[in-house]
T-cell receptor, first 115, second 114 residues
Framework: AQSVAQPEDQVNVAEGNPLTVKCTYS??????LFWYVQYPNRGLQFLLK??????LVKGSYGFEAEFNKSQTSFHLKKPSALVSDSALYFCAVRDISGGSYIPTFGRGTSLIVHP | NAGVTQTPKFQVLKTGQSMTLQCAQDMNHEYMSWYRQDPGMGLRLIHY???????DQGEVPNGYNVSRSTTEDFPLRLLSAAPSQTSVYFCASIPPGAMNTEAFFGQGTRLTVV
């Protein structure tokens, strides 16, 4: 079975400050991990993914995420937040050994960046 | 190349009515799925398909039917709408043979059942 947890419903950060959106996962084998962003009244857009290799993954709009196998985490980060980063962020996992192409999503974290 | 297209964008139904939410993709993706999004619940999988003629249930299938007669289309049917089915529905597709590939989402259908 595969699952993912986003422990924070909402994250508040001031513009210009670094941001972190947390995600932990559970799989029986090795994971493929994804982050998506959803702007108001829109569908989900892909941000970045971890497949293998370097634990620090860089993605769109200046976001990056760090894969930590020992802590089973994949936290999303950005060095300097923008007001336009305010959106709903989803973490998703796919268990490589499970053979399922259907990812499991977290509950989402609302990021609010204050001017 | 339009990606994943969902219609309609908005819909209001009366309790007991039936309707079909349409989803079409033009990327020749094998895997397609339907999710519902509710506040505080994230995305919950309703039904999914691994190819034409093959469908399976997800986490919350009750009250919904699907079929996959072609690779391109994956409609979701509400048989007898209930207020509990008020939600935003998303269709997604995934390319064939690529577990490390991200999903592509439609823009969503906002459904209100009164």
């Amino acid at each position: 079975a595969q699952s993912v947890a986003q422990p924070e419903d909402q994250v508040n950060v001031a513009e210009g400050n670094p941001l972190t959106v947390k995600c932990t996962y559970s799989v029986s084998g090795n994971p493929y991990l994804f982050w998506y962003v959803q702007y108001p009244n829109r569908g989900l857009q892909f941000l970045l993914k971890y497949i293998t290799g370097d634990n620090l993954v860089k993605g769109s709009y200046g976001f990056e995420a760090e894969f930590n196998k020992s802590q089973t985490s994949f936290h999303l980060k950005k060095p300097s937040a923008l007001v336009s980063d305010s959106a709903l962020y989803f973490c998703a996992v796919r268990d490589i050994s499970g053979g399922s192409y259907i990812p499991t999503f977290g509950r989402g974290t609302s990021l609010i960046v204050h001017p | 190349n339009a990606g994943v297209t969902q219609t309609p964008k908005f819909q209001v139904l009366k309790t007991g009515q039936s309707m079909t939410l349409q989803c079409a993709q033009d990327m020749n993706h094998e895997y397609m799925s339907w999710y519902r999004q509710d506040p505080g619940m994230g995305l919950r999988l309703i039904h999914y398909s691994v190819g034409a003629g093959i469908t399976d249930q997800g986490e919350v299938p009750n009250g919904y039917n699907v079929s996959r007669s072609t690779t391109e289309d994956f409609p979701l049917r509400l048989l007898s709408a209930a207020p509990s089915q008020t939600s935003v529905y998303f269709c997604a597709s995934i390319p064939p043979g690529a577990m490390n590939t991200e999903a592509f989402f439609g823009q969503g259908t906002r459904l209100t059942v009164v």
